[in-house]
């Protein structure tokens, strides 16, 4: 996960862009990596910088699945929708993980445990329908094993929470 930047922080890191409005993709990625998230407040500065609206920057930045307006989660579920991975069930793996967390691709569940991701390939195709969580590539996968693999990241916080 990103090192968390202060707001503050948004303020310096713009001041090295032009206030062109071709710059809103490279701020926006920018931003993402230091906040983690396009928090309320740098999806505010980032348009005043640029002198557009916020429905202009959300209209935009919504486009692309690569952005986040919600803090990630301590785990970060990354399910690869590549065509290769597509076409071996990588929709069935998001439904079921959808279903199981209860939120979409772009979200964070309710007590900050999991965000759920959708990305382009990741080079592991031979393995597909491949999940990424927290960085560990999981290959071969079905909705049934993605799930149970939800299953142990939570059993795991779960010792966690009793150990401590
Ligand atoms: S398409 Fe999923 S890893 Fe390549």
Known sequence: MAPVARETDIVRLLSAYDRARQNLIPILQ???????????????????HLQISENDLFGVATFF???R??????????VCQGTACHVRGSGLIMEELSQ??????????????????????FGSCALAPVVVIDDKVHGLLTPKSADELVDEMGSRRDETVSEA
């Open 30 to 48: 920018d931003v993402q990596e230091q906040l983690g998230f396009l928090s309320q407040d740098a999806v505010g500065a980032i348009a005043e």
């Open 65 to 67: 699945t690569q952005f």
């Open 69 to 78: 307006f919600t803090p990630p989660g301590r785990h970060c579920i990354k």
């Open 100 to 121: 199981k967390l209860g939120i979409h691709a772009g979200e964070t569940t309710s007590d900050r445990e999991f965000s759920l991701e959708r990305v382009a390939c």
